[in-house]
């Protein structure tokens, strides 16, 4: 995402909750249900954007204190201030995690082996009362329902039946132990080093017990399959594909969600008509 200016709101946030420290070189950077700004080297200060994000804002900061019980072998953000709620914002600050993320299709498959491994080793019962649950920006559970009855109908007439049948074949998937999932694991959230050691991964907002293939989808697509395939076990392999049939349709469920409403939705469902197109599984 293309960073911009801070507001005058913006700056003053971040000044009321890092008293004393710079906010010269801040910069914004619009974050999912959040706009985050940016202290380089220093914190960055996260905005809730909206009514859901204020009220899991400090579910979210709880696990992430609890991320740094389990052992993971790279960094994740600290908080650094409690969350703050003013009138008009709800917002806290978090410690800087440094590096920067890798160009598509750059990733070492072993690299991104150890990663997932990683994520399937932690214990989950020490962040259990701080996980989400599945699906949690695409209905949570009634993520069939809506992706049945809301997402699939709005499809171009040529895609509805490749969409019920994605939806089908994930419903499908023999169940598997539940690991910790981050549910973002793209690009942009994960910071590397210059010579390719993962320095840490930001944006725990969707992490839950789930299906670790998952994570391996949300790694291929930026990776690439190619890379994915000499990452993971065929087994995981075949079941991350299933899933990222899953993934395009999903975005529709999450603009309506969000309200998303007239021309605004009808670029959502282009997009993900053109995202289905391309991405083989016909």
């Known amino acids: 995402m293309v960073p911009r200016r801070p507001s005058d709101r913006e700056i003053g946030i971040a000044r009321t909750l890092l008293p004393g420290m710079s906010v010269a070189d801040a910069k914004?950077?619009?974050?999912?249900s959040h706009d985050v700004v940016l202290l380089p080297g220093r914190a960055a200060v996260r905005i809730a954007r909206s009514k859901p994000a204020v009220e899991s804002l400090p579910r979210r900061t709880a696990l992430l204190t609890d991320l740094q019980t389990v052992g993971?072998?790279?960094?994740?953000?600290?908080?650094?201030?409690?969350?703050?709620?003013?009138?008009?914002?709800?917002?806290?600050?978090?410690?800087?995690?440094?590096?920067?993320y890798l160009p598509p299709d750059a990733g070492d498959p072993a690299a991104l082996r150890q990663v997932l491994d990683a994520l399937s080793r932690v214990d989950l019962a020490p962040l259990a009362d701080h996980l989400d649950v599945p699906h949690?920006?695409?209905?949570?559970?009634?993520?069939?329902?809506?992706?049945?009855?809301?997402?699939v109908p709005r499809l171009p007439p040529e895609l509805r039946a490749s969409g019920r049948r994605r939806v089908h074949e994930v419903l499908a998937l023999d169940p598997e132990p539940p690991r910790l999932v981050h549910g973002d694991l793209t690009g942009e959230n994960m910071h590397?080093?210059?010579?390719?050691?993962?320095?840490?991964v930001l944006d725990w907002d969707l992490a839950s017990p789930a299906d670790p293939a998952i994570d391996a989808a949300c790694l291929a697509h930026w990776h690439g399959w190619s890379t994915i395939k000499r990452a993971v076990e065929e087994t995981t392999y075949t079941r991350a594909r299933t899933w990222y049939g899953t993934l395009s349709i999903e975005q529709i469920v999450k603009a309506l969600l969000d309200g998303v409403t007239g021309a605004a939705l009808a670029e959502?469902?282009?997009s993900v008509a053109r995202w289905m197109v391309s991405d083989g599984l016909g």
């Open 268 to 270: 959502c469902v282009a």
């Open 192 to 200: 590397w080093s210059v010579d390719g050691q993962l320095l840490g």
């Open 28 to 32: 914004v950077i619009p974050s999912g």
């Open 136 to 151: 949690a920006y695409a209905g949570r559970e009634r993520w069939e329902e809506l992706m049945f009855n809301e997402a």
């Open 72 to 100: 993971l072998p790279f960094s994740t953000p600290v908080p650094l201030t409690p969350v703050v709620s003013e009138p008009g914002w709800t917002a806290v600050a978090v410690s800087w995690i440094p590096g920067s």
